[in-house]
């Protein structure tokens, strides 16, 4: 039997989230991420994708010290992310600028420890590189990491150059909650089948940021700001899902290949998305969102997923549109590593099979002249 695109098909098993489609469910490690959001913070989560239960408080300490004092990135990183070019996306840099830190990781071994230690490392600066490249590529300068600030509030420090409020600190650390894991989605699935060839975790890293780099992936959300700004208008709003559809066009942020009931993190983000274009003065946005979630159901039965609100949230924090799949990959991070050391403690080579459709076989060379 042939499953294109792996659909329906169980490739490990996981003890880190599963993605209930029909339910519309997500769960990190036993936890409904509705029992989840709004009670615990992006560093509580990471603790909890790397060891399967919430830390007490002077375990949540002792990670967010790490995670902290890891902030620091190499000269050279630094130097390239000063070098790059300035109209790059700013996935191809971070994936180059991960994939560098490897090149600067001296630490040997492969015990989960030194893994451990790798991953954190990779957590604790993927947010620091994104707010860098962000910050060189308008010719600001690099302010000094600081260890004052959680992930989500130092991130929003290195963006700005500027301590964000407690309340965009907030949002932002739960949309990182919300995004942080998925099962087995294309870029932990390519994290994990790379890692499990025994490969180091900066190469797994580096290709799950490729995979979350497209457009059918971590890439829908900026569309969803560009199909907003396109439509433009309320009133607009019916006659462009018609021209979608009759172009067989895809509307971003609708669909999902599990989920076929909401996405269970859409709410979270309608709720955040309401709040904010409200005091931005700013409603429409939402409101034309939810007429065209409200079409596409009707016509298609399709569901809002993650992408469709949290692309209004960070517009409303202000966020330049191409660090929504960054911002992604900086909460996927947690995903990532923690199925990597998922994968290395149990390890089993993925390679499945393919039905060759090519020409039966038999052809004989002939010398290149008579081609
Ligand atoms: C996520 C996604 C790739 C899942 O796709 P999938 O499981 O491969 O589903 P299919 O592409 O087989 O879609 C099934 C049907 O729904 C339609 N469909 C799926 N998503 C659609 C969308 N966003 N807009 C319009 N139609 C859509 C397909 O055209 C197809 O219609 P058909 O049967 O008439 O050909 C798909 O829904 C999509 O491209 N969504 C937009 C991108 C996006 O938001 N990605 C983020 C995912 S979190």
Not at 271 to 287: C, F, I
């Amino acid at each position: 039997m042939i499953s294109r695109g792996l659909e329906g098909i169980v490739a490990n098993t996981t003890r880190l989230s599963d993605v209930l489609g029909e339910k519309g469910q997500l769960i990190y490690a036993g936890y409904d991420i509705n029992e989840l959001a709004g009670k615990v913070s992006f560093e509580e989560t990471i603790f909890l994708l790397w060891n399967e239960r919430l830390p007490d408080r002077a375990e949540l300490d002792h990670l967010s010290a790490e995670l902290r004092a890891h902030r620091e990135l190499p000269a050279q990183v630094v130097e390239f992310l000063k070098a790059a070019p300035g109209a790059a996306n700013p996935m191809d840099v971070i994936r180059t600028a991960v994939s560098m830190l490897g090149l600067y990781d001296d630490s040997k071994g492969d015990s989960r420890e030194a893994n451990y230690a790798r991953c954190l490392s990779l957590t604790a600066k993927i947010g620091v590189l994104t707010g860098y490249y962000h910050r060189a590529r308008q010719g600001k300068d690099l302010p000094p990491v600081r260890t004052d600030l959680g992930e989500a509030a130092h991130f929003l420090y290195l963006l700005n150059g500027e301590e964000p409020t407690k309340e965009a600190a907030d949002t932002l650390d739960l949309a990182y909650v919300l995004h942080a894991d998925h099962g087995m989605n294309a870029s932990t699935f390519t994290a994990r089948v790379v890692v499990a060839t025994l490969t180091d975790v900066y190469s797994a890293v580096t290709a799950a940021l490729g995979a979350l780099k497209g457009p059918l992936h971590g890439g829908a959300h900026e569309g969803v700001i560009v199909m907003l700004k396109e439509i433009g208008d309320e009133d607009k709003v019916d006659a462009w899902v018609d021209a979608q559809f009759a172009q067989k066009k895809k509307i971003m942020g609708m669909g999902h290949r599990v989920y076929k009931t909401l996405d269970p993190r859409a709410p979270h983000l309608r709720d955040m998305a309401v709040k904010l274009t409200a005091q931005l003065g700013e409603p429409k946005w939402v409101r034309m969102s939810e007429r065209i979630a409200e079409l596409v159901k009707q016509k298609k039965n399709l569901n809002a997923n993650v992408d469709f609100y949290s692309a209004t949230v960070y517009y409303s924090l202000g966020l330049p549109t191409d660090l929504f799949t960054p911002i992604f990959a900086i909460a996927r991070t947690a995903g990532w590593t923690a199925h990597i050391l998922e994968q290395l403690a149990d390890n089993r080579l993925y390679r499945p099979l393919s039905e060759y459709t090519g020409m039966p076989v038999g052809l004989t060379v002939k010398p290149i002249d008579e081609r």
